[in-house]
């Protein structure tokens, strides 16, 4: 890939302590989001060095001038990637930056300027596609037939993902401490750490205190991975935390043994939303409850406009076919 060549930072990698990029990973909260930064940095690095093995451990962040960044945002674009993948590389390229400028690497105007990128602009409707009731029923409904420790974890596992619309990370987050059964109520991390309550139906309360009968009630995560034996993964008797894509992977499972087509915890997620809003619900509240940032992005998920038009479409009545009589316009 032909990128302006970026001088040698010497023969002497960055020792981690002050490679900027682990440094970057570091101040991440979330191990889900270390994982998707760290994915991002090392596709940069490939297109930086031209090594298609490269990591972005030990890589020159330090030496990057606004002329590299540029070409690498036009490299990135033209992979064919979505705009809002793009963006997400480009913010893992200018926080990498801002550390190599935090660690003295870099001076302020040089940060500046190669930092100063403009996003990719796009306007697309949320991702994915709503989950039918009857289809979180039939997954149920194989969890039920499933009388191991798992069938019984999975089912309280898709009820809190279809009642709450967390994250999968979210829900791979959680601890038996966060479960309050009174309530009916869950406390979340979300994204750069927010905390919020989420609430479950009574079915998913049910559910969850079938899965608490078998896990215990010691301290530890709530969901937790079991083994082809059926023992839960709990080193020195404390249930061991469960990854975003384990829970993607189950949710993938039981949904195949189901007979539906695939989902994902995102769509669970998008349902939720578009439930509540359907539901009357207002926005600030949806909001609140599925921990977004801004209520625009709530807002992409509302699914009245859309029944609106085509409402509207329905009122147009298409002609008859029949031949035009002669001399008609």
Known sequence: MDVPAVPSPGPAPLAPAGDPYQVYLDALTSAESRRTMRGCLDRVARVISGDEAATGSGQPWHLLRYEHTVRIRTILTEQGWSPAYVNKHLVALRRVMREAWRLGQMNAEDYQRAADLPTLRHTRLPAGQHVPPEVVGAALAVCDRD??????????????????????????????????????????????????????????????????????????????????AGRLRAPAGRPAPMTGQAIADILARRLASAGAARRTPHDFRRTFIGELLDAGVDLATTQALVGHASPVTTSRYDRRPESRRREAVDRLRMPDARPLRPGAP
């Open 147 to 228: 009388d191991s420790p798992a069938g019984v974890r999975d089912g309280a596992l898709l009820a809190v993902l279809y009642s709450t619309g967390c994250r999968r990370a979210e829900v791979a987050s959680l601890t038996l401490a966060d479960y309050d059964a009174a309530a009916r109520s869950l406390r979340v991390r979300g994204k750069r750490d927010k905390e919020r309550l989420v609430y479950l139906t009574a079915e998913a309360v049910a559910r969850t205190e079938a899965w608490l009968a078998v896990r215990g009630r010691g301290a530890g995560a709530l969901f937790c991975p079991i083994n082809k």
